[in-house]
């Protein structure tokens, strides 16, 4: 049917992703920290024996990334470290995806007051600089949960997302096939979410890529400001606590302090290098994507 | 126009005087950037009031509790600090805030008793505007050159040395680029003496008009605009470079160039300013998102910006400096956003004609 014909296209030009190198790096990279805070603490024992004999080790066979302040192996804090990050990270990304997508096509397609009201709102919004807001309300609410912390920074970061949608669905409305559908009477809600917004899904992917990337540079941010009182392993904990210590002024806390550095900046970059490939694939200004 | 109009008029022109229009768009846009600045300060007054933690009751319950004073006059001592009349309805006091602002009253902190949050910002806030308006500048000239040498060489090992490293550093969050100047280069391997390049300027040195002066004001600056060159110049050349090579397929580049034009004219008048011109409006969203990392940035570095301050005053709870300073980080944004649209209509009229209509 159809519809087959179609999932086999959208795999296809998925399948174009593979074609730059940025892509195929940044989607091995993706996959591969996916695996690590996933799979990895499955497989990696947390070392949390204090052991004052094997302080600042450098790198070894049986320390890949060497040990920290209190002799404990780095590596399992980095394969450790990661999950609760990408927990909020892909949180905060879905959920600002999700207000993005549904308000943006609704203020396209309803447009009058409605969609003034929107833009109005979105330029506001989208003035205030996020990342003193988020550290000023840190001021005011305890984020001591991970849920919460995505739930904020989920709930701040829609504008820019909304802005691109609500643009796309001005042009994809103006199409036949929407124009057939609304001749054939169905409904709002139906036009916007099954025939308009599945047309954008390649567009979606990618800004919801984007909106994890800001969502994991605030939030890092935030932790290693110390407003956000995280405790446990993550890998901003980590950069917080070196920091806080002092241990980025000694000079063999290289490996504790570089490991989740290196963790955080090559994931994000994996991320972007992986967007962008995804972008030179749906991007619609190329006139590909729809 | 409608359909019965006299037909004269279909012979005037159609659309008001070009001056009119200039002037409708400055005042939409203004008018714009007003109701943001109402947005805020409405949202910064409530949030002091009414969150959660409400600061104001934290504080009159903390002097009740630990000095032994009377609720009234705990209840004085924490309007003053606010400069708020507690006793007055809700509404009032915002309306006294409003005014309080109007003259540039944000209150007293709590923690350096006695002074005023305004003149903690005006000592703060021009290191901020200096060395991020320097770092900007200085990312953005530099950008738009090399993005347009990248567009005419490209596919040459420059180029793909070049675009690479800009897509690597303007992935890579600030603060974490921040984190290794100071680790590599402050610790691991000596060259930077980090610790007196920390503050915005050194022991004993007073503003004047000397070159010692600039020089150490330059040397403090050194690392935070060195920070946001590095993390942003990628994404101005990158940005460049696509432009100029679209810009290169446009037909009035061929023309220019059928007409026998030089080459340096071509790439000046022809391409250079037509391919930068859509970089200006992008320029508001780096600015807001610079401003935004130097809390972090000047953290890092100990330089005595706004940012700094910002972050002191969270830690410390000093709410009435944190009000002040996010009032002002944030109207800042809206100032350089509403400067980014005028200067872009000024120097595009298409802006212009789009903008009124």
Same mark, same amino acid.
């Given at each position: 049917?159809?519809?087959?014909?179609?999932?086999?296209?959208?795999?296809?030009?998925?399948?174009?992703?593979?074609?730059?190198?940025?892509?195929?790096?940044?989607?091995?990279?993706?996959?591969?920290?996916?695996?690590?805070?996933?799979?990895?603490?499955?497989?990696?024992?947390?070392?949390?024996?204090?052991?004052?004999?094997?302080?600042?080790?450098?790198?070894?066979?049986?320390?890949?990334?060497?040990?920290?302040?209190?002799?404990?192996?780095?590596?399992?804090?980095?394969?450790?470290?990661?999950?609760?990050?990408?927990?909020?990270?892909? %949180?905060?990304?879905?959920?600002?995806?999700?207000?993005?997508?549904?308000?943006?096509?609704?203020?396209?397609?309803?447009?009058?007051?409605?969609?003034?009201?929107?833009?109005?709102?979105?330029?506001?919004?989208?003035?205030?600089?996020?990342?003193?807001?988020?550290?000023?309300?840190?001021?005011?609410?305890?984020?001591?949960?991970?849920?919460?912390?995505?739930?904020?920074?989920?709930?701040?970061?829609?504008?820019?997302?909304?802005?691109?949608?609500?643009?796309?669905?001005?042009?994809?409305?103006?199409?036949?096939?929407?124009?057939?559908?609304?001749?054939?009477?169905?409904?709002?809600?139906?036009?916007?979410?099954?025939?308009?917004?599945?047309?954008?899904?390649?567009?979606?992917? +990618?800004?919801?890529?984007?909106?994890?990337?800001?969502?994991?540079?605030?939030?890092?941010?935030?932790?290693?400001?110390?407003?956000?009182?995280?405790?446990?392993?993550?890998?901003?904990?980590?950069?917080?606590?070196?920091?806080?210590?002092?241990?980025?002024?000694?000079?063999?806390?290289?490996?504790?302090?570089?490991?989740?550095?290196?963790?955080?900046?090559?994931?994000?970059?994996?991320?972007?290098?992986?967007?962008?490939?995804?972008?030179?694939?749906?991007?619609?200004?190329?006139?590909?994507?729809? | 126009?409608?359909?019965?109009?006299?037909?004269?008029?279909? #012979?005037?022109?159609?659309?008001?005087?070009?001056?009119?229009?200039?002037?409708?768009?400055?005042?939409?846009?203004?008018?714009?950037?007003?109701?943001?600045?109402?947005?805020?300060?409405?949202?910064?007054?409530?949030?002091?009031?009414?969150?959660?933690?409400?600061?104001?009751?934290?504080?009159?319950?903390?002097?009740?509790?630990?000095?032994?004073?009377?609720?009234?006059?705990?209840?004085?001592?924490?309007?003053?600090?606010?400069?708020?009349?507690?006793?007055?309805?809700?509404?009032?006091?915002?309306?006294?805030?409003?005014?309080?602002?109007?003259?540039?009253?944000?209150?007293?902190?709590?923690?350096?008793?006695?002074?005023?949050?305004?003149?903690? +910002?005006?000592?703060?806030?021009?290191?901020?505007?200096?060395?991020?308006?320097?770092? %900007?500048?200085?990312?953005?000239?530099?950008?738009?050159?090399?993005?347009?040498?990248?567009?005419?060489?490209?596919?040459?090992?420059?180029?793909?040395?070049?675009?690479?490293?800009?897509?690597?550093?303007?992935?890579?969050?600030?603060?974490?680029?921040?984190?290794?100047?100071?680790?590599?280069?402050?610790?691991?391997?000596?060259?930077?003496?980090?610790?007196?390049?920390?503050?915005?300027?050194?022991?004993?040195?007073?503003?004047?008009?000397?070159?010692?002066?600039?020089?150490?004001?330059?040397?403090?600056?050194?690392?935070?605009? #060195?920070?946001?060159?590095?993390?942003?110049?990628?994404?101005?050349?990158?940005?460049?470079?696509?432009?100029?090579?679209?810009?290169?397929?446009?037909?009035?580049?061929?023309?220019?160039?059928?007409?026998?034009?030089?080459?340096?004219?071509?790439?000046?008048?022809?391409?250079?300013?037509?391919?930068?011109?859509?970089?200006?409006?992008?320029?508001?969203?780096?600015?807001?998102?610079?401003?935004?990392?130097?809390?972090?940035?000047?953290?890092?570095?100990?330089?005595?910006?706004?940012?700094?301050?910002?972050?002191?005053?969270?830690?410390?709870?000093?709410?009435?400096?944190?009000?002040?300073?996010?009032?002002?980080?944030?109207?800042?944004?809206?100032?350089?956003?509403?400067?980014?649209?005028?200067?872009?209509?000024?120097?595009?009229?298409?802006?212009?004609?789009?903008?009124?209509?």
């Amino acid at each position: 049917m159809a519809a087959q014909a179609l999932a086999a296209r959208r795999l296809g030009r998925f399948g174009l992703v593979l074609r730059s190198s940025s892509g195929r790096v940044g989607l091995a990279g993706v996959v591969f920290f996916i695996l690590l805070v996933t799979a990895g603490p499955l497989v990696v024992p947390l070392d949390t024996k204090a052991d004052i004999s094997a302080i600042y080790q450098p790198p070894s066979l049986q320390h890949p990334l060497g040990t920290d302040h209190q002799g404990r192996d780095i590596f399992s804090q980095i394969v450790h470290g990661g999950r609760g990050l990408l927990y909020v990270a892909a %949180l905060a990304g879905l959920l600002s995806t999700f207000v993005a997508v549904t308000l943006g096509s609704l203020s396209a397609y309803i447009g009058g007051r409605f969609d003034s009201l929107m833009m109005a709102v979105t330029d506001v919004v989208l003035t205030i600089p996020q990342f003193p807001l988020l550290a000023v309300l840190s001021g005011f609410i305890r984020l001591t949960s991970q849920t919460a912390l995505a739930a904020i920074i989920g709930l701040l970061s829609w504008p820019m997302l909304l802005r691109a949608v609500r643009a796309q669905v001005l042009s994809l409305k103006e199409r036949e096939f929407i124009e057939a559908a609304r001749a054939l009477g169905l409904g709002t809600g139906y036009i916007v979410f099954a025939e308009v917004l599945p047309n954008m899904l390649g567009y979606i992917v +990618i800004n919801l890529i984007f909106a994890m990337t800001s969502a994991m540079y605030s939030q890092v941010g935030l932790i290693f400001l110390g407003l956000v009182p995280l405790s446990g392993n993550n890998w901003a904990v980590m950069i917080n606590l070196a920091w806080v210590r002092g241990a980025i002024f000694f000079r063999d806390s290289l490996c504790y302090i570089m490991s989740p550095i290196a963790a955080i900046a090559l994931f994000q970059l994996c991320l972007v290098w992986l967007s962008r490939a995804l972008e030179e694939v749906y991007n619609p200004r190329l006139g590909r994507g729809v | 126009m409608s359909a019965n109009a006299p037909v004269a008029v279909e #012979a005037a022109p159609a659309y008001p005087a070009r001056w009119l229009r200039g002037a409708g768009f400055i005042a939409v846009r203004v008018l714009k950037a007003l109701l943001t600045v109402a947005v805020v300060v409405t949202l910064t007054f409530f949030m002091i009031r009414l969150m959660p933690g409400n600061p104001i009751d934290v504080y009159i319950h903390q002097l009740i509790a630990q000095y032994g004073i009377p609720l009234a006059e705990a209840r004085n001592l924490a309007a003053a600090l606010f400069s708020l009349d507690l006793n007055e309805p809700l509404w009032r006091q915002y309306l006294r805030f409003l005014g309080n602002l109007t003259q540039g009253d944000l209150g007293m902190s709590f923690l350096s008793p006695g002074t005023p949050v305004s003149t903690m +910002i005006g000592r703060f806030l021009p290191w901020t505007i200096f060395s991020v308006g320097t770092g %900007l500048l200085l990312s953005f000239s530099l950008g738009v050159g090399l993005g347009m040498v990248l567009a005419y060489r490209r596919g040459s090992w420059f180029d793909q040395a070049l675009s690479a490293l800009g897509s690597v550093f303007s992935s890579v969050p600030n603060y974490l680029v921040a984190m290794l100047i100071l680790v590599l280069f402050g610790v691991q391997w000596p060259l930077l003496p980090i610790h007196q390049m920390r503050g915005v300027l050194s022991p004993g040195m007073r503003p004047s008009l000397s070159f010692e002066f600039f020089a150490d004001v330059l040397y403090h600056a050194a690392l935070p605009v #060195a920070t946001y060159v590095i993390t942003t110049v990628g994404y101005w050349m990158l940005t460049m470079k696509n432009s100029t090579l679209s810009t290169l397929e446009e037909d009035y580049v061929t023309v220019a160039r059928a007409r026998g034009l030089s080459d340096r004219r071509i790439v000046t008048a022809y391409v250079g300013r037509n391919a930068s011109l859509p970089l200006f409006t992008q320029l508001t969203i780096t600015a807001g998102f610079v401003v935004g990392g130097s809390l972090l940035i000047e953290s890092i570095f100990v330089y005595q910006g706004i940012g700094l301050l910002l972050i002191n005053s969270i830690n410390q709870r000093d709410y009435p400096v944190m009000q002040g300073v996010f009032l002002l980080i944030t109207v800042s944004v809206i100032l350089a956003n509403l400067l980014t649209d005028l200067v872009y209509a000024r120097i595009d009229p298409r802006i212009r004609l789009q903008g009124s209509a």
